[in-house]
């Protein structure tokens, strides 16, 4: 509905009809290749609606209304809606579900997809999204100016539960570092699978997401460059991952490329338009087995110390983690904090990750 490509999908025999396919409303069909599963439970919109806080003056933008179940109840409770919607189709039983009603001039429908479209000004986002727009959507919106009070989310349970893991849970991973690092996010309420039509293969969870403001001073490349490595093995130590030989080059050819074009470190504050670059943290979120971990220490190649310059090179990350005690440590204890010092750690003896 609100992201993804359009696809023309072939009449399948024996659906001539409404009656005939449990996955119409309106006579229109739901696809579920395009994330279309329309809540059908009264209650669960009012609950949603009502864990959200709208106040009446707030402008909600709704991302996917479908055939408009939560979006006559956002129109109800704010001052407008702003609903931004794929399929045309949805579009015309959005206009036409409205249209002649008190509330029809209090809506606005945008047709387009979400991630590519400019995004107007809103107070508050309240949505049932395709979820496998979920990653991207999420950080388009904290990358969105002026900031929004709060975005009120349905997503996968799964992807849900990794943006509030805390560190020690099992399912902390970069996307919770990521999002966490920009936004205070908390979990609403669970929702069953049967709670729509067509219902999806998986349950769900309604998510709260308040953006942070004003944003940590830190350049979002180099922390995203930082965060993927230590994420890509997640448990184990920080150590055994700052002495694979991948990366090792990666870092060695970052800290050659930088001195020789004798760089010159700029205090984060100063480099605001690199920071504002959030969209960089959303990056390749493809699926939710984003942080691969075999839980085996002896599988990746140490760096080969024959090289002189690379043996140097190579204490000299160590004698980093050293100084930060971050040897013995591993990603899935490190809080916000830790990372950050780790960074700063890092960039001090002139080592960057972008």
Known sequence: MAGGKMKKDKPQRGSSSAASNPHFQGGISFHKSKGQHILKNPLLVDSIVQKSGIKSTDVILEIGPG??????????????VIAVELDPRMVLELQRRFQGTPLSNRLKVIQGDVLKCDLPYFDICVANIPYQISSP??????????????AVIMFQREFAMRLVAQPGDTLYCRLSVNTQLLA??????????????PPPKVDSSVVRIEPRGPLT???????????????????????????????????????RTLQALQFSEKAPSDDMEMALDV?????????????ADDGNDDDDIEMDDGDTKRAEFKEKVLAVLKEGNFEEKRSSKLAQADFMHLLSLFNKAGIHFS
């Open 137 to 150: 959507l999420t950080f388009k919106l904290l990358a969105h100016r002026p900031l929004f009070r709060a």
């Open 67 to 80: 055939t408009g179940n939560l979006t006559k109840k956002l129109l109800e409770a704010g001052k407008s």
């Open 217 to 255: 001073p830190v350049n979002f490349k180099e922390w995203d460059g930082l965060v993927r490595i230590c994420f890509n093995r997640k448990n184990k130590t920080i150590g055994s991952i700052f002495r694979q030989k991948s990366v090792l080059n990666i870092l060695e050819k970052n800290y």
């Open 184 to 197: 205070r996010v908390s979990h609403l309420l669970k929702v069953g699978k049967n709670n729509f039509r």
């Open 279 to 291: 969209s960089t943290l959303g990056e390749s979120f493809g699926d939710l087995s984003m942080d």
